[in-house]
């Protein structure tokens, strides 16, 4: 297949499909060509099933916000409702996003040792995968740039696609690596956290691939164009790239930092689970704001009894984090971060269309920044 066009007669929506069903739908088209694709190079039986059964059991679960945000942002950006072909292109990109994140979540269950996700077994926790589950962390991701290839290799910004899921995959990995070995899950050392630290390991861990992957594809498809096609002599023109990347880490930022909140203060009814980064020894915004703060007193307390397997440490530390007034420095916090990603979404002009070069437009920030505020969950 060379372009994208070839592949949708193999893909019609469905009447009456939500838009997590229509999109799930483009996922059974991707499974299908990437298992064909595995069985022409004269792949036996059972190697063919381990890879579907890879791809079924870690692609399509989960809340798959990343994905859809593509279909959300490529919908925003034109102004209007996709033909069929612009749909599963978007759609087919949202899927790339989340074949990343399954290949960074398994191999980083592994890292962690975690036992479960997504109410699930952990894939190298499944009978017989164990290390196997190396390997398919590295199948997840080369399915990417088959995908890539099958379908954008003919378009303008095919390259630029390439560009930008090898740079995310990279930065990704360096933000691994530096959660990794400050925070190790059976080495207890809080004189290696910061609020800096932890600000490095979002960013690069979490925000570059949530946040902005997602957009800038959408933003490559629609034709957006870079700086050093819009730049006018006197350089005022501003790289939308670049503006894009400045709303959008600081939004990821803030994501982030409400989820790790949450996991202190919000109930399991509320998230759905039973918060665990104290006992996990996670380097999280909690934490390290508290150990920004605390008295020698509770700085002891913290020290003793943080990242322990026990129940009364935990509490231990919760109870210094009230003592803290988490809650209220969590609200003060939120305020200012909602306010900051505003004006930063406000300096976006939506008068730098030309002709059919379309532009950027507030609202694909503001519909992310709309669905974190003030979440519960």
Not at 11 to 28: A, L
Not at 164 to 192: C, R, W
């Amino acid at each position: 297949m060379s372009s994208g066009s070839s592949s949708v007669v193999c893909w019609k929506p469905t009447n009456g499909q939500n838009s997590r069903e229509k999109f799930e739908s483009v996922f059974r088209v991707l499974h299908d060509e990437l298992i064909a694709h595995f069985a022409s190079k004269g792949m036996p039986k059972d190697a063919i099933e381990w890879y579907s059964r890879n791809l079924n059991y870690n692609v399509p679960g989960g809340k798959l916000n990343r994905g859809l945000s593509v279909v959300d942002s490529v919908e925003i950006l034109k102004g209007r409702s996709l033909s069929n072909d612009e749909y599963f292109k978007a759609a087919l990109l949202g899927w790339l996003v989340e074949l990343l994140q399954s290949s960074f979540l398994v191999s980083d269950d592994m890292m962690d040792q975690t036992m479960t996700r997504r109410g699930q077994p952990c894939w190298y926790r499944v009978d017989g995968v164990n290390l196997l589950a190396i390997n398919d962390s590295f199948m997840l991701e080369g399915a990417i740039y088959y995908l890539l290839k099958a379908h954008f290799r003919t378009e303008s910004y095919y390259v630029d696609l390439v560009d930008l899921f090898h740079e995310t995959t990279y930065l990704t990995d360096m933000g691994q690596l530096l959660d990794l070995i400050t925070a190790p899950e059976d080495v207890v050392n809080l004189s290696k956290f910061s609020l800096e630290k932890h600000r490095l390991i979002v960013i690069y861990k979490t925000a570059y691939y949530s946040f902005y992957l997602p957009v800038a594809a959408a933003m490559y498809m629609c034709g957006i164009p870079t700086f050093d096609s819009t730049a006018m002599c006197g350089g005022t023109t501003p790289d939308p790239y670049k503006l894009a990347l400045d709303i959008l880490i600081p939004l990821g930022e803030y994501f982030q930092i409400q989820d790790d909140f949450l996991d202190y203060a919000g109930t399991p009814e509320q998230i759905g689970k039973i918060g665990t980064d104290i006992i996990a020894n996670k380097c999280s915004w909690c934490i390290n704001t508290a150990l920004a703060i605390a008295s020698p007193a509770q700085r002891k307390i913290l020290d003793d009894n943080y990242g322990q397997k026990d129940v009364a440490k935990e509490r231990a530390v919760k109870q210094v984090f009230e003592e803290l007034d988490m809650r209220e420095k969590y609200k003060i916090y939120e305020e200012g971060a909602y306010q900051r990603i505003m004006g930063l979404i406000d300096t976006i002009s939506e008068h730098q269309e030309s002709g059919d070069v379309p532009g950027l437009k507030r609202e694909v920030f503001k519909s992310f920044l709309d669905k974190i505020y003030k979440r519960s969950k």
